[in-house]
C-alpha cells in the first residue's frame, strides 16, 4: 500500500518537517527539510493556515510556519497511519552540499 493512497507524501513529508521544529520553520527551511517545491509548499501552507492547521508569523522578510494545536493532531494521525502501513515521510532524500 502506498502512503498516497491515504495522504499525498509530499503534504505528508511538509507536516512531518513542521512538526520536527515545533518552535517554527521557516518556509524555504520546509522546503528543503521535506524535499518538496517551494511554491508547493507556499500553496500548501496557504490552504493549511485557512483550515486552521498552520500558524505563521513574519521574522523580518521570513515566514516562519508553525503547527496550531489543530495541526499537531493531525500531524500525529498522520505519523500513526505511517507506522500502521510502515512507511515514513521523512527523510525524504539528502541534500548535495554545494562546494563554494
Not at 520536527?20 to 527539510?33: H, L, P, W, Y
Not at 500553496?43 to 492547521?53: A, H, K, Q, V
Request: proline content about 2%; glycine content about 8%; some cysteine.
Amino acid at each position: 500500500m502506498s502512503m498516497s493512497v491515504i495522504i499525498k507524501q509530499k503534504q505528508a513529508r511538509i507536516l512531518e518537517a513542521v512538526k520536527q521544529n515545533a518552535d517554527g520553520i521557516s518556509v524555504s527551511g520546509i522546503s528543503k527539510e521535506s524535499g518538496v517545491t517551494y511554491v508547493h509548499v507556499c500553496n500548501f501552507i496557504n490552504e493549511c493556515e485557512r483550515l486552521g492547521i498552520f500558524k505563521s508569523e513574519r521574522k523580518g522578510k521570513t515566514k516562519m510556519v508553525a503547527l496550531t494545536e489543530k495541526g499537531k493532531s493531525i500531524a500525529d494521525m498522520v505519523s500513526g497511519i505511517e507506522t500502521a502501513i510502515g512507511v515514513s515521510a521523512l527523510p525524504v532524500r539528502e541534500i548535495p552540499k554545494q562546494n563554494l
